[in-house]
């Protein structure tokens, strides 16, 4: 066995190495030059007008939900099959949280549940694009408008995905073409990483510069926002916000990594296509059913199993050194939201799709016959013949 297989996998080239070694021996190991020349090269890559990078994609999560103007009395409406940090960024700011329902052969917030899970509170609507495939976004974009509701997108698992409306446009996700703002993570398991480190995308100037100011203490150095100016040292600091900078070390490897990207979702898809057809001849292991439209960032690959099997399917595969996964258990089941005083949640589709869903590996640099050593592992989980 050659060494354990995990669910994702960072690539690390060269190229970043030697990017990330020149920023170190620059004059700035943080807010220099490579925090906007990052920001700008997001911004192209996606199609937005603006982009703000932060130290996680939770605090950009948390940014863009205080610049839409979440607080107490109002709550984010979000899917329960995500991972805790798109509902928590709601509480920081002293909203509460609302969850719909998922569809369980794509894990995809319901449009339908959405809309029917709706009460006064709610400001936000927060799809979430599980997997990397696209949310159902243009049905939810109609249920948001006519619910005066405004659209972040959990966008942490879909840089680079696209997707198709019913009038027949390709649309980015990043561009904003339907929400205020997007928001993407560059932890070390997603599409790109800088360790840790997130993004928020918009075209509207004003969120812009509100997730600017959030970003670092509510300060502003900007003429335009100052009331005063005692000299060339003068700031401003107009609101409560927080030290979410991400370094220019960072952004240098931000930078090397997303120029590479189109080679990785190539790489992707690949692998993505050579689990499909496998799995296609195998009944009881079913890929995630993939939303119209939706062309996907590849970033988990979810089987449904029995869930009489889930368990020793995942046992098979730890036991053959295959870092199966589970993405993800429904929020309001943690023990935190059972005792928060939240509306306490059951949605059947969560529920359902929990019961049964798998992570298996999926990173760039797997091969063919990795895929196969999983396919193996899943066939002999389900009692079928050892691979
Ligand atoms: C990774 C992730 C986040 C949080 O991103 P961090 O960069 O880890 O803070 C939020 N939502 C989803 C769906 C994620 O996968």
């Given at each position: 066995m050659s060494g354990f297989m995990p669910y994702s996998r960072q690539e690390i080239s060269d190229a970043d190495v030697a990017a990330v070694a020149e920023a170190l021996r620059a004059s700035h190991l943080t807010q220099g030059p490579l925090v906007e020349q990052f920001e700008a090269d997001l911004a192209r890559f996606v199609g937005a007008r603006f982009a703000v990078v932060f130290n996680s994609g939770t605090a950009a999560l948390h940014a863009a939900y205080a610049a839409v103007g979440v607080g107490p009395g109002s709550s984010v409406l979000t899917s329960p099959i995500t991972f805790v940090a798109t509902a928590n960024a709601s509480l920081y700011l002293g909203g509460s949280v609302r969850f719909a329902d998922v569809e369980p052969d794509s894990a995809q917030i319901?449009?339908?549940?959405?809309?029917?899970?709706?009460?006064?509170?709610?400001?936000?609507?927060?799809?979430?694009?599980?997997?990397?495939?696209?949310?159902?976004?243009?049905?939810?974009?109609?249920?948001?408008?006519?619910?005066?509701?405004?659209?972040?997108?959990?966008?942490?698992?879909?840089?680079?995905?696209?997707?198709?409306?019913?009038?027949?446009?390709?649309?980015?996700?990043?561009?904003?073409?339907?929400?205020?703002?997007?928001?993407?993570?560059?932890?070390?398991?997603?599409?790109?990483?800088?360790?840790?480190?997130?993004?928020?995308?918009?075209?509207?100037?004003?969120?812009?510069?509100?997730?600017?100011?959030?970003?670092?203490?509510?300060?502003?150095?900007?003429?335009?926002?100052?009331?005063?100016?005692?000299?060339?040292?003068?700031?401003?600091?107009?609101?409560?916000?927080?030290?979410?900078?991400?370094?220019?070390?960072?952004?240098?490897?931000?930078?090397?990594?997303?120029?590479?990207?189109?080679?990785w979702l190539a790489a992707r898809r690949r692998v993505a296509t050579w689990y499909e057809e496998r799995f296609a001849s195998i009944p009881d292991a079913v890929p995630l059913r993939r939303p119209h439209g939706s062309h996907g960032a590849h970033h988990l690959f979810v089987i449904r199993v029995p869930p009489t099997h889930r368990r020793a399917i995942y046992d098979e595969l730890?036991?053959?050194?295959?870092?199966?996964?589970?993405?993800?258990?429904?929020?309001?089941?943690?023990?935190?939201?059972?005792?928060?005083?939240?509306?306490?949640?059951?949605?059947?589709?969560?529920?359902?799709?929990?019961?049964?869903?798998?992570?298996?590996?999926?990173?760039?640099?797997?091969?063919?016959?990795?895929?196969d050593q999983v396919v193996a592992g899943v066939v002999a989980g389900l009692g079928g013949h050892p691979g």
């Open positions: 319901d449009p339908n549940s959405a809309d029917d899970q709706a009460d006064r509170t709610v400001k936000v609507l927060a799809p979430v694009h599980f997997g990397g495939e696209v949310a159902p976004i243009e049905a939810l974009a109609a249920v948001a408008e006519a619910r005066h509701w405004t659209i972040v997108e959990d966008a942490s698992h879909a840089l680079g995905a696209t997707y198709r409306t019913s009038d027949g446009a390709e649309h980015q996700v990043g561009a904003c073409d339907h929400s205020a703002i997007c928001c993407f993570s560059f932890h070390a398991v997603k599409q790109i990483t800088t360790g840790e480190g997130g993004a928020a995308t918009t075209n509207d100037e004003t969120m812009y510069r509100r997730m600017k100011r959030f970003r670092t203490h509510g300060i502003t150095r900007e003429a335009g926002e100052l009331a005063g100016n005692d000299g060339p040292w003068y700031y401003e600091q107009h609101e409560l916000g927080y030290n979410y900078r991400l370094t220019d070390v960072q952004c240098a490897l931000g930078r090397s990594q997303l120029a590479r990207y189109g080679d730890h036991r053959r050194g295959i870092g199966a996964n589970v993405h993800y258990i429904p929020v309001y089941h943690q023990p935190f939201y059972q005792r928060g005083g939240f509306p306490k949640t059951i949605r059947s589709g969560a529920e359902a799709y929990y019961r049964s869903a798998l992570t298996i590996p999926l990173f760039p640099a797997m091969t063919e016959s990795q895929v």
